[in-house]
């Protein structure tokens, strides 16, 4: 059985999408101008993206795997897993809860200074406080990777989409943490609709 959540309670997910970065250098100030739309686009995807449902699959550092839904709407995400065990990650508000049952352990931490919350900046402004490090385009793919710019070594965030007729879904997010480990996180059955509701973001540890 693996552990309740590799970045293990202290550790924030991370992971290794279509490539590994082995070094960071942020997008430079004469980035190209489609650089600078593809990241716009990013931008408004992470905050105009309301209802967003999700089955993902993660992959820790050493292999193992698990998976679940995954629930997004602009500075929220949960995650219920259903495999390797009935666990419940939320973050909202610049913190995160994760129960585990099996347990009877319930993990809280701020969002400040993991890759996570990145994501969940509300709204995302992906520059000022966010540095674009990586803009890699496929056929029908856009990767974009982003820290902190007071603090690029604290983390690594990563998100994958399929970009299809100027049309972005989000299908992996991979985060690297300061010890360089990685979770990643591979997403199916991706749609999106009328925001969740708000219960569904409590950081509770009743609910």
Known sequence: MKPAFPFHVRRLMAGGL??????????????????????????HYLNDT???????????PDGGKGDGRLYYDP?????DYATPAAMKLTAANGHLVFIDPRRDSVTRMSLGHQPLGLLL??????DGQIVV??????????????ARSDSPSQGLLTL????????LSLIAIEMTDVERQHIRLDL?????????????FSLSTTK
Request: charged share 15%; proline share 5%; with cysteine.
């Open 121 to 126: 900046q509300q709204p995302v402004h992906l």
């Open 75 to 79: 500075g929220r995400l949960r995650l």
């Open 18 to 43: 279509l490539m590994m970065l082995a070094a960071c250098q942020a997008v430079p100030d004469k980035a190209t101008l489609s650089q600078k739309d593809e990241i716009t686009r990013v931008e």
């Open 160 to 167: 994958g989409f399929s970009d299809i007729a100027g049309t």
């Open 133 to 146: 490090t990586s803009v890699q385009h496929g056929a029908n793919s856009l990767q974009l990777s982003m």
């Open 50 to 60: 309301h209802g967003l449902g999700a089955h993902f699959v993660q992959t820790w």
């Open 188 to 200: 199916d059955d991706v749609h999106a609709g009328p925001a969740w509701p708000d219960d569904l």
